[in-house]
């Protein structure tokens, strides 16, 4: 711990000497990352120090913007304010997004969808080719197609 802590005072105190000597972030990150991998065996990227030393230059405490604020809790929300309460992330563009589908009342019956082609002989050819999959030695084979013929004789009756 004592030697972070030593690294973070040699870091902020040469940053401080250099720019005072009128040296660019740039260079300071540059010298500085080979002086702290040399006396405290640390690899520190130079771009980090860079950034460091910017901020140190126009007196900015923090990478943290200042207009950042914790998010509104509302208690007992009612529904208008629901409502009108924007998504998170900044609201809703005009005309973004699907428009919403209405269905109707009473459709007419002209409209209504009618079914004529069939695909039976597709979904039975898969249907064979899977049960052919079965092993002769399997020992649920048997059940197993017995149960399929249970379906189809059910099926057969309507």
Do not use: H
């Not at 030593?6 to 250099?18: D, T």
């Not at 002086?35 to 126009?58: G, H, S």
């Amino acid at each position: 711990m004592a030697n972070r802590e030593a690294c973070e005072l040699f870091i902020e105190q040469e940053i401080k000497s250099s720019l005072a000597e009128g040296k660019k972030p740039y260079s300071i990150g540059k010298e500085l990352a080979a002086w702290v991998e040399k006396m405290f065996e640390v690899n520190i990227k130079p771009d980090t120090l860079k950034k460091r030393a910017q901020r140190i230059e126009k007196n900015i405490g923090t990478n943290v913007p200042k207009q950042s604020k914790p998010t509104e809790i509302i208690e007992n929300p009612t529904p208008e304010i629901i409502k009108n309460r924007l998504p998170q992330g900044g609201g809703v563009r005009k005309g973004a997004g699907r428009p919403p589908v209405i269905p109707p009342v009473n459709p007419p019956i002209e409209e209504v969808y009618v079914r004529t082609s069939t695909q039976a002989m597709q979904f039975v050819s898969i249907a064979i080719s899977q049960m052919e999959r079965i092993r002769r030695e399997d020992p649920k084979r048997i059940e197993g197609l017995n149960k399929v013929k249970s379906w189809i004789e059910d099926q057969l009756k309507f």
